[in-house]
T-cell receptor, first 111, second 117 residues
């Protein structure tokens, strides 16, 4: 399966701490995307990183991509209670044009 | 600008009954997706439309599921008859389509939660 696998699958941290989650995948990709989902809601796009990029920032988010290891990481700095959500990586496989989602990381930020 | 609109938000039916979900994508988005999300799992693609053409429906269980996007705008996903295992959230998403860097950002609706009793 091309879909990403996130690690850890559950994370509990104190407000103000950083949260790091990883995603691994299996085949060549065009890009990798991260999404957030609050309980009972739809997914919201956070950031897209292309296969020729190694690092990308957006506000308190930092994403890295290592295509040689077929892995990506999402770092949320200075976490807030509002960051409590599930985070999914999604891979756009080369030649597939299908965005495949992993099982997700559940992050709980304790105020 | 309005986001992706789905209805109904919640639906409870008995097994063997039919059910339909409706999605209105963001204006100007040619690509429309239906995903299925089971509890604690990531979304799984059911079907992708480019305008009114279903270009990827390989994961749609065609014995009981059908979808249409007649005028290339809104779309309907139908299940007939529903089974207990169909209980899940059905997500609709839209996008501007492919970019030079591959599949672009998807915009999701709030989802339709189906419970089959």
């Amino acid at each position: 399966s091309q879909q990403g696998e996130e690690d850890p699958q559950a994370l509990s941290i104190q407000e103000g701490e950083n949260a790091t989650m990883n995603c691994s995948y299996k085949t060549s990709i065009n890009n990798l995307q991260w999404y957030r989902q609050n309980s009972g809601r739809g997914l919201v796009h956070l950031i897209l990183i292309r296969s020729n990029e190694r690092e990308k920032h957006s506000g308190r988010l930092r994403v890295t991509l290592d295509t040689s290891k077929k892995s990506s990481s999402l770092l949320i700095t200075a976490s807030r209670a509002a960051d409590t959500a599930s985070y999914f990586c999604a891979t756009d496989a080369y030649g597939n044009n299908r965005l495949a989602f992993g099982k997700g990381n559940q992050v709980v930020v304790i105020p | 600008e309005a986001g992706v609109v789905q209805s109904p938000r919640y639906k409870i039916i008995e097994k063997k009954q039919p059910v339909a979900f409706w999605c209105n994508p963001i204006s100007g988005h040619n690509t429309l997706y239906w995903y299925l999300q089971n509890l604690g799992q990531g979304p799984e693609l059911l079907i992708r439309y480019e305008n009114e053409e279903a270009v990827d429906d390989s994961q749609l269980p065609k014995d009981r599921f059908s979808a249409e996007r007649l005028k290339g705008v809104d779309s309907t996903l139908k299940i007939q008859p529903a089974e207990l295992g169909d209980s899940a959230v059905y997500l609709c998403a839209s996008s501007l389509g492919l970019t030079p860097g591959g599949t672009g950002e998807l915009f999701f609706g709030e989802g339709s939660r189906l419970t089959v009793l």
